[in-house]
């Protein structure tokens, strides 16, 4: 049921890629631009994830081209960094066993027999393509919405775990995930001239992850894992023709 829920996600997102980018021909290559910001990030997917993750810092950085059909609607792609994953609050557990949940396995032996305080952070190092749709709003058409599709390479894991009482332990269980990801993206913006040549614009962007990536023995729960950020984007755009 998974491996078909996975290949029905890749067949969709795959479809919708190309439609789009059988679209270009049509469309006139207008700009190619830069935009980076923050962004707050978690793992969900199974009880252990939705009951001990928080929210974390994520970041992403990348760079693209736009195509403009209209003064409205255009298309926008590129290629980008992002940081994914999350974070877990202090967490008490009187035996190693119990720690084999949230970390499977990742843990040293108890020989003190007292309890364990630990907290956890996961890096997921993604490149991903994006290829999202936006349309301009109102008059002035500085206001936009983007919505789209993307699809990421997992680079690198580093998990880090945390003691109070025992030195820290660093993990990179790449082995454990799939490579690839599947993303739905829904943003909002804000954009304007700066000068003759460059845009500059703000956006409140989400980055849904549709697939699972965990590719290792389920321990407890489903064994789902997924991805969603949400980023504040600032950035700008070389104009190669006028816009509006």
Sequence with gaps: MQ??????????ILSIGSLLFSSLSSAQF???GIETGPGSRILFGNEVLNDTRQQALGFTLGINTSYRFNDRL???????????????????????????????????SNSSGGPIQIR???????????????????????????AGVSIGYLMGVRVVNMYKDRENQRYKPINEFYSIEYCALFGVGYETKINSKWNGHLE????LGLNNLLDAPVIV????????????????????????
């Design 221 to 244: 729960g489903n064994g789902t894992l997924q991805t969603n950020s949400c980023y504040l984007l600032a950035g700008m755009t070389y104009r190669l023709c006028e816009l509006w």
């Design 3 to 12: 491996q078909h829920s996975f290949s029905l996600f890749r067949v969709v």
């Design 30 to 32: 207008t700009g190619i």
């Design 120 to 146: 956890s952070r996961d890096n997921f190092n993604f490149i991903s393509v994006p290829l999202l749709l936006k349309i301009n709003l109102g008059k002035e058409r500085h206001w936009y919405l983007n």
């Design 74 to 108: 255009s298309v926008k792609s590129g290629i980008y960094y992002e940081l994914k994953g999350s974070q877990t609050g202090w967490m008490t557990f009187t035996t190693t066993s119990d720690m084999i949940v949230i970390r499977r396995g990742y843990t040293p």
């Design 204 to 207: 409140i962007r989400n980055h």
